[in-house]
């Protein structure tokens, strides 16, 4: 028997899953708005939708039986979950196509990756990593400062000798 127990996704899941696809239906020729402007209010045109079908009928266990699946434990994880318009919904549910599956799949997959990559970006400091190399700069040109300077060309590998010669003896 098929389980129809669903989690249904809060407001802020909502706005990240319409936002994850730019507020437009993702579906190949739609492009449709999720969200309308009517009367100076804004309009939901969006329904969420699980890309692997949360209850699966025996036709498309059939159908999709193979497939790569994005989720780990259930059907109802966001990885598992794309916002399209009402419209595209209810055709992707209905007649569900292997290679529309697949179309959907490919374009959570991409937005994964390109969240994953975000999230490095933002994560990643660069900021501190800089800030010790200039201090380490200073510290270098301090100690190359106690030594005698002058203008006279010298090979790189010279310069890098004496200062690291100078911090072997400290």
């Known amino acids: 028997m098929a389980n129809t127990d669903r989690n249904n996704p809060t407001n802020n899941e909502n706005i990240d899953l319409v936002s994850e696809v730019g ?13 309308q402007e009517k009367n ?12 692997y079908p949360h209850s699966p009928t025996t ?3 059939n159908i999709l039986n193979g497939v790569p699946l994005l989720y780990k434990n259930s059907p109802d994880e966001k990885e598992n979950l794309i916002a399209l ?3 595209c919904h209810s055709r992707f549910d209905n007649t569900r196509t292997k290679d ?7 374009k959570k997959l991409q937005v994964l990756k390109n969240n994953e990559i975000t999230n490095i970006l933002n994560n990643h400091k660069l ?6 190399v200039i201090k380490a700069i200073v510290n270098i040109t301090s100690i ?4 005698d300077l002058n203008y ?14 100078i911090n072997k003896v400290r």
């Open 100 to 106: 529309e599956y697949m179309e959907l799949y490919n």
């Open 152 to 165: 006279d060309p010298v090979t790189i590998d010279k310069k890098l000798k004496s200062v690291l010669l």
């Open 59 to 61: 036709i498309e266990q």
């Open 144 to 147: 190359a400062t106690e030594n």
């Open 23 to 35: 507020g437009r239906c993702p579906m190949p020729g739609c492009n449709a708005e999720l969200m």
């Open 127 to 132: 900021q501190d990593e800089i800030e010790s």
């Open 85 to 87: 318009c009402v419209s």
């Open 40 to 51: 100076n209010r804004t309009i939901k045109n969006y329904e969420i939708a699980h890309i």
